[in-house]
């Protein structure tokens, strides 16, 4: 399921979370992605993420929606096992 709050975009795929943040550098600057390295992320792995791509640590709605995303790549898991 894809996350989004502003330029942020957090996002499960199969069992691992992408970050997208759009608009850092402009309106015409190009999207920064960011995909975790392991499969099922912790929340805080996910945070770190965004913080690396972002260059500050995520308010608490971000924060809301990387344990979010975390969860469903967990979820992901059970449904690829089914």
């Not at 996002?11 to 960011?34: H, M, Q, S, W």
């Not at 690396?52 to 995303?69: E, F, K, M, S, T």
Request: proline share 5%; hydrophobic share 45%; with cysteine.
């Amino acid at each position: 399921m894809k996350h989004r709050i502003g330029s942020v975009t957090i996002e499960a795929i199969d069992t691992y979370v992408r970050v997208r943040v759009d608009n850092i550098g402009g309106p015409d600057a190009l999207p920064k992605f960011a995909v975790t390295k392991k499969q099922f992320p912790s929340a805080m792995e996910v945070a770190q993420l965004l913080a690396d791509v972002r260059g500050y640590w995520p308010d608490n709605a971000h924060l809301i929606l990387c344990g979010d995303a975390a969860r469903d790549a967990k979820n992901n898991k059970i449904e690829l096992a089914l």
